[in-house]
């Protein structure tokens, strides 16, 4: 199989656009057995009971971040040496929010009375395994079916200072299994996004790979009119709930983009809530990226923006997904 071939600009016009509703038809390729068996190996790899929380840009020094995962209230911050501290979210002296705590000199200070927490165990308040990878923030709760991890499967990204990274989070109504369904499904692509994705073909399944259990996906990302980035894409479930979608040929190879879906917890109806916390770690070997990255806080906005353009589609459909499974009217 021949990778994308990599054009000199990082842009080529698209000479005889088809109209979507003239697109060959995938709903034969995707076939639904073929997409839940590859959802139930990803469930069946282990995680390590850790969970990607959120940004990890977003824990400042002087407060606290606070987070649902699992149905457990967790508080996350950075101790006196900048490393992530976590634990339960309620105050061991009289249960006030941790929340709403501020953060001296790396310990976490409740404000209801004063109690000092610096990431050490205290009374019966016990600290949870808590890492930051440099993109994202990860807590492990213990007491799952699987195993605990030493420390979490966070995917291959690129390496060096050539990378620029943003991350988007969701919240849906639905299941982690929904999530990645959607992302095990790469044939809704042109169809379902046109706005981002044309000229789309999975030119190989996980029936046809090897070890990796992998979809390939050649793919255009529209940029504007004609203007299009055509690539070579590789989708992989290394855990029960990330899926990761890697470049790799054409441009930005080495590019990945990790969706993790997190459970939170049922709303008030007592649906259950799902967070997509989703990681674009792009890089490219053109002399211009050096200036790209100097942009970063320019471009990390309009990277979050395109993620959500396509969650706002991708949420809905995994709610509808898991509602249709509730009722156990889903096909199949």
């Avoid at 071939?5 to 005889?16: E, I």
């Avoid at 639904?32 to 824990?59: E, H, M, N």
């Avoid at 590789?234 to 990790?258: D, K, L, Y």
Wanted: include cysteine; aromatic fraction near 8%; proline fraction near 10%.
């Amino acid at each position: 199989m021949k990778p994308a071939r990599r054009s000199r600009l990082p842009l080529l016009l698209r000479r005889s656009p088809v109209a979507w509703e003239r697109q060959r038809p995938t709903w034969r390729e995707a076939r639904p057995t073929l997409i839940a068996d590859a959802l139930k190996r990803a469930q069946a790899r282990p995680g390590g009971d850790w969970y990607a929380v959120a940004d990890s840009r977003a824990l400042r020094s002087d407060r606290p971040l606070a987070r649902t995962v699992a149905g457990r209230e967790v508080v996350l911050w950075r101790n006196a040496a900048g490393s992530v501290a976590a634990g339960p979210g309620s105050c061991p002296h009289l249960g006030a929010p941790l929340a709403d705590s501020p953060v001296h000199c790396g310990t976490l200070v409740c404000h209801w009375h004063g109690l000092a927490l610096t990431g050490r165990p205290f009374a019966d308040w016990e600290p949870w395994p808590a890492h930051d990878d440099g993109v994202l923030l990860w807590v492990r709760l213990d007491g799952g079916a699987q195993e605990p991890g030493e420390g979490p499967p966070v995917p291959e990204r690129p390496t060096g200072g050539r990378a620029l990274a943003a991350v988007y989070t969701a919240v849906g109504v639905c299941e982690p299994e929904d999530v990645v369904a959607n992302r095990l499904d790469p044939w809704h692509g042109a169809w379902f996004h046109p706005h981002s994705f044309v000229d789309l073909t999975v030119v190989r399944t996980p029936e046809e790979a090897d070890e990796d259990d992998s979809f390939w996906v050649d793919v255009s990302f529209k940029v504007a009119g004609r203007l299009v980035v055509p690539v070579r894409a590789v989708f992989t479930a290394p855990g029960p709930r990330t899926v990761v979608m890697r470049i790799a040929g054409g441009e930005g190879e080495g590019s990945v983009v990790e969706t993790h879906a997190t459970p939170l917890g049922p709303d008030a109806l007592g649906r259950p809530r799902t967070a997509v916390v989703e990681a674009v770690v792009a890089t490219s070997d053109r002399p211009g990226f050096t200036a790209v990255r100097r942009a970063a806080p320019l471009l990390r906005p309009l990277m979050r923006a395109a993620a959500g353009r396509l969650w706002r589609d991708d949420l809905a459909y995994a709610e509808r997904r898991w509602a249709l499974r509730a009722s156990g009217r889903f096909p199949g």
